[in-house]
């Protein structure tokens, strides 16, 4: 710290104005307070010096001027319920009126309401601030404000600024008139016989006839998010270039419209790329996502260059321009990562500059192609989701967003401005990752966020949402506060930092309720209760997870005590299947993996304690007896969430079939095959789509649980 560091009540003072907290609870029950250098890294990263005392001051100066500042608020997002302000700052004296001008025509003129508060001088000008009364029961949708200030001298001057209505709350599941079960599935390690090595659009289609048949809602699948276009691909689903955009790795190369109609020359040579990688999928093998890209973008270049009808390319068109400028850029980003790899000249560090604009030029095919790639999976999916509803799902697919995106990725690279700098998000340390997390993803800078009127934001779960029923959004305390860890620091000297949840989740549920769809938040570990109640007030579904689902005194709640406006599941990908996890599992990997902050022998005995209460658990309610086999147990478990009053309940596809390996392990990075695991059976012979619907095991544990959900809801 340097000899003229900020003293560390102004400190403070300084990172709540910047909503930056200084302390937290930790999970074990105690305060841990911020360190100085800590608090002033990350105020750093959002443009605010507090490096010593007089820069400080001037900062928090600075903040407690920011509304002043503004004529108008960068951005307003107001409930449809209620009656809200807006305030306007203009010169003393002058004259205003202020109208919302509605995103469908027309305009709504807003009265003015009484606002006493004096006068203040902003950069030598005497200030006057005017409020607005906006009603309840404006309409949906994003509009703009107008402030129309005239000033002593009869000049006039118009501001405008983005002003959002977002509904109050969204309708559950249950208020749908839905029954409200489903799957669960990575749909990566999910394949068929004519899969090219990894699960893709077309078993997902298989997926959602099949188990809508069955009865389910839905089907919740791992984000698709976009990986890297060449090269090696991250193998996380939750560490994507781009959340907005699909990964074209789903694409099922044989269903592109266009193949039905090649020549047989052609034809084959589609047929010929995908011949070695098929041979993978009855392999319990590591998935290797680089060989199946490969593969497949062999094809797809010959698919893409023998073109397209009119009507077909006028479609296309149509999709590019609805995409708009996200699509152009993300699809340059893939050009150029395939020109320069991970690393892009320096002329190059966003799409603004001029290198980038010749770029644009040169590499107008290969835009060309990404952008349609974009264009199929879209198709594809859409395509799923027909097949989902028409087999008699009320939701169809249910996708996942990742909390965040790779450093280098196209986000990144497209928007710079929108992420703070120098620290990464991640997870403070919490009963299953003692050392905590590093998810080593850039956070969008809440201030930033703010001035694009949540542009990313909207952007993404508009186009995630256009062909699905539901989302999942992990870690969705990362839309109130996120662990930001400055860059060197391990995961455990982080901070927490606040973002307007008000305007993000507003954000959030206009999209979702203008695709009819539901939403979970991921709301596990370290979340503070009032969280879990405002999410319930605006109709944003939580996660209950059986094996966290306890009393203080450590036995397992009973079924009725879990909560109704939840996802209820016996399990996480972040844990074994329950036939690994009742095996005690997920100790040994941890031990042999080194992620145990505690000696094994006391985890292991907890984990034995764990799994003797939630035997006597299951017998209490007269699911199990002593000589119940492991299968029966599974079955148990899945019977006991059915008699709750969770709206959504789900079952894990790796349950139904015996699976016993976790598809990933927190904390871990090589030292694991996370992400690469096929879906495999308890004697680790792999299960295909097609050997699905007659699975015996899968079979039987869909038919008790949806026996026992029928009954305790008669």
Avoid at 115 to 132: H, I, M, N, W
Wanted: glycine share 8%; hydrophobic share 40%.
């Amino acid at each position: 710290m340097k000899e003229n560091a900020p003293e560390r009540t102004l400190l403070c003072e300084l990172a709540d104005a910047w909503g930056v907290a200084t302390e937290y609870w930790g999970f074990d029950g105690n305060k841990v307070m911020v360190s100085d250098l800590t608090l002033i890294r990350i105020l750093a990263s959002l443009g605010v010096d507090a490096s010593n005392e007089p820069s400080a001051r001037r900062a928090l100066e600075e903040a407690r001027m920011r509304p002043w500042r503004e004529t108008l608020p960068a951005c307003t997002v107001v409930r449809d319920d209620r009656e809200s302000r807006v305030a306007v700052h203009l010169p003393h004296g002058a004259g205003v009126t202020v109208e919302v001008e509605l995103e469908n025509g027309g305009a709504r003129a807003l009265a003015q309401g009484e606002d006493f508060t004096p006068p203040r001088e902003v950069s030598g000008v005497l200030t006057g601030q005017a409020s607005f009364v906006v009603p309840a029961r404006m309409p949906l949708g994003y509009h703009m404000l107008r402030a129309r200030i005239t000033l002593d001298d009869g000049s006039t001057e118009v501001h405008g600024a983005p002003f959002v209505v977002v509904p109050q709350r969204l309708a559950s599941p249950a208020e749908r008139g839905m029954t409200g079960w489903g799957m669960t599935a990575q749909l990566y390690s999910v394949r068929s016989r004519r899969s090219w090595g990894v699960g893709d659009t077309a078993d997902l289609k298989e997926m959602c006839s099949l188990f809508g048949a069955m009865g389910a809602d839905f089907i919740l699948i791992n984000p698709l998010h976009a990986a890297e276009p060449v090269g090696h691909i991250t193998p996380s689903p939750y560490l994507p270039v781009t959340r907005r955009f699909f990964n074209p790795l789903y694409i099922r190369p044989e269903d592109v419209h266009e193949v039905a109609y090649m020549p047989a020359a052609q034809r084959a040579l589609v047929t010929w790329a995908g011949e070695e990688i098929k041979e993978t999928d009855v392999l319990n093998e590591v998935i290797d996502r680089d060989s199946s890209w490969e593969a497949k973008l062999q094809a797809l270049e010959v698919i893409f260059a023998f073109g397209r009808s009119k009507a077909r390319q006028r479609d296309f068109e149509r999709f590019r321009a609805t995409e708009g400028q996200g699509l152009e850029d993300f699809a340059l980003w893939c050009a150029l990562r395939e020109r320069y790899g991970e690393d892009f000249p320096e002329e190059l560090s966003s799409p603004a500059t001029p290198h980038s604009a010749l770029q644009r030029l040169e590499l107008a095919e290969r835009i060309d192609f990404f952008a349609w790639l974009q264009w199929i999976v879209d198709t594809q999916l859409e395509d799923a989701q027909r097949e989902a509803l028409d087999s008699g799902m009320a939701l169809g697919i249910f996708h996942d967003l990742a909390v965040g995106v790779h450093s280098k990725g196209a986000d990144v690279w497209s928007n710079p401005g929108i992420f703070a700098s120098g620290v990464t998000v991640g997870a403070p340390p919490d009963v299953y990752n003692q050392h905590g997390q590093n998810w080593s993803q850039p956070p969008w800078s809440p201030v930033a966020l703010r001035e694009s009127a949540y542009a990313p934001l909207r952007n993404l779960v508009h186009t995630v949402l256009r062909h699905a029923g539901g989302l999942r959004v992990d870690h969705v305390m990362g839309l109130f506060r996120q662990w930001w860890i400055p860059a060197g620091n391990p995961p455990s000297e982080g901070a927490y930092v606040r973002f307007d949840h008000e305007a993000a989740v507003g954000i959030l549920m206009l999209e979702a309720y203008r695709a009819g769809a539901v939403v979970v938040g991921e709301d596990l570990g370290n979340v503070e209760p009032w969280v879990r109640d405002y999410m319930r007030e605006r109709g944003i579904l939580g996660t209950s997870v059986l094996w966290f689902e306890a009393y203080d005194d450590g036995t397992f709640k009973q079924p009725w005590d879990l909560r109704r406006e939840t996802l209820v599941t016996v399990d996480t990908h972040d844990l074994p299947p329950v036939a690994g996890y009742l095996a005690g599992e997920h100790v040994d990997l941890r031990d042999r993996l080194g992620v145990l902050a505690e000696p094994v022998e006391k985890v292991r005995a907890d984990a034995e304690l764990e799994r003797q209460r939630m035997m006597s658990r299951l017998a209490e309610h007269g699911l199990i007896d002593e000589n119940s086999s492991e299968r029966e147990i599974i079955e148990a478990m899945h019977r006991y969430i059915a008699r709750s009053p969770g709206e959504l309940l789900a079952i894990a596809l790796v349950d139904a079939v015996g699976e016993r390996r976790a598809q990933n392990q927190p904390g871990t990075d090589e030292e694991y095959p996370n992400w690469r695991l096929p879906l495999a059976d308890g004697s680790e012979q792999v299960v295909l789509v097609e050997d699905l619907k007659g699975n015996p095991r899968l079979r039987s544990l869909v038919t008790a649980f949806v026996s026992e959900l029928h009954t305790a809801r008669q």
